[in-house]
Structures are given as structure tokens and as C-alpha cells.
């Protein structure tokens, strides 16, 4: 069965860092791949995906994620961490036995210090 | 452009009292659409989907159920609440299965 693992439960970093938070996949077949962030007491909001093509897939707010074959990773990276970034960011991936639904993570928390 | 709507936002009901939970999509026509619980707020568990009127999908046994009477409208509902249906209900859409899914505001459900 498809799957994410986000190996980290919180990332700490420094207003104006770059910032990275990880995710690994587990597929059977070529993957889909996402990533939400949410808010304090807030719906999921959709960042990007990667379906095809280029290895650097660009989303909202400055965000981006490196898609990673041979290493099967999708990380979420931004050059320069903003207080306001702070929040629970999700990877999922489709699954792609029956239904086709989203297959989410743990979610890591990123606090981002002034 | 698509919107999703959730009420309500908050909700405090008594063990054992039923529960109804709302979800509305503006904007697109037959969505799928998805309930799902968020404990402790980590991780998503999935509880429902639909793909049409009255065609509804079951993740989990539990002590919930949808309903989807209308093509924009998914209900969540139950008919005596227990401790462990506390949580935050987020409620999705997507174009297709497999697609982007877009989330609702969420409710926030306490059981006393």
C-alpha cells in the first residue's frame, strides 16, 4: 500500500532561514504527491503537487519541494523562513489501489522563531 | 471559483445526544467529497467518501454515518455520541479521485 512518513514531529528554525521539512514515499507505481499546511483550529490548505515532469515543483507562499526518485523524497523547502510560516504541514500521496484516495502523514510542526 | 462551507464551527453535545455536521460545496458540479477526523491535531483519518447522490463509502466501522442528499451537500451524522467522537471534522472535495482535495473550515466537536 502507498504511504508518507514524516520522520520529524517539529522543526525549529530561525526567521529569514531557509527552511526544509521531509518526506519519504512508499509507492508501487509512479507517484502523486502533495502537501498542506494548516493553521491553528483551520481547514487543510494546498501548497503544490508533483505529478509529472520537473524535479522542482513550485506552490503557494514561497514554497517549493524537490521531488526525489532514487531517494524517494519530497521535501518542502523555503529559502527564507517567515514567523507567520509557523503551522502543521502534511505530505500525502494518492494511493493508487481502488479508490484512489489521499494517503496522508503524521504532519510536522514548523515553528519559526523571531 | 470553488468555495466549501462547514457548520458549525464548533459544537459541545452530551454522551449519547445525536449529532449532525454540514458540508456544503459552491462552485462545481458533482464533486467528490470526503469526512474525515483529525484527533489530537496530527494526523487525518478518513472516515467517508462520495462520488455522487446517495453514493456514499465507508473507511472505518464506527459510530458515524454520511449521507449525501444532494449533489454540493455531505451530511455526518450519528445518532448517539460517544466520548471518542471528539475530535476536529474536516470536510474535502476533489474534481476526481486522486485529485487535489480542498478542505473546509472544520468543526470543532467536544463530547461531555
Known amino acids: 500500500a502507498q504511504s508518507v512518513a514524516q520522520p520529524e514531529d517539529q522543526v525549529n528554525v530561525a526567521e529569514g532561514n531557509p527552511l526544509t521539512v521531509k518526506c519519504t514515499y512508499s509507492?508501487?507505481?509512479?507517484?502523486?504527491l502533495f502537501w498542506y499546511v494548516q493553521y491553528p483550529n483551520r481547514g487543510l490548505q494546498f501548497l503544490l503537487k508533483y505529478i509529472t515532469g520537473d524535479n522542482l515543483v513550485k506552490g503557494s507562499y514561497g514554497f517549493e519541494a524537490e521531488f526525489n526518485k532514487s531517494q524517494t523524497s519530497f521535501h518542502l523547502k523555503k529559502p527564507s523562513a517567515l514567523v507567520s510560516d509557523s503551522a502543521l504541514y502534511f505530505c500525502a500521496v494518492r494511493d493508487d489501489t481502488g479508490f484512489q484516495k489521499l494517503v496522508f502523514g503524521t504532519g510536522t510542526r514548523l515553528l519559526v522563531s523571531p | 471559483s470553488q468555495t466549501i462551507h462547514q457548520w458549525p464551527a464548533t459544537l459541545v453535545q452530551p454522551v449519547g445526544s445525536p449529532l449532525s455536521l454540514e458540508c456544503t460545496v459552491e462552485g462545481t458540479s458533482n464533486p467528490n467529497l470526503y469526512w474525515y477526523r483529525q484527533a489530537a491535531g496530527r494526523g487525518l483519518q478518513l472516515l467517508f467518501y462520495s462520488v455522487g447522490i446517495g453514493q456514499i463509502s465507508s473507511e472505518v466501522p464506527q459510530n458515524l454515518s454520511a449521507s449525501r442528499p444532494q449533489d454540493r451537500q455531505f451530511i455526518l451524522s450519528s445518532k448517539k455520541l460517544l466520548l471518542s467522537d471528539s475530535g476536529f471534522y474536516l470536510c474535502?472535495?476533489?474534481?476526481?479521485?486522486?485529485?487535489?482535495?480542498?478542505f473546509g473550515p472544520g468543526t470543532r466537536l467536544t463530547v461531555l
Open positions: 474535502a472535495w476533489s474534481v476526481k479521485a486522486g485529485d487535489t482535495q480542498y
Open positions: 509507492v508501487s507505481g509512479n507517484p502523486y
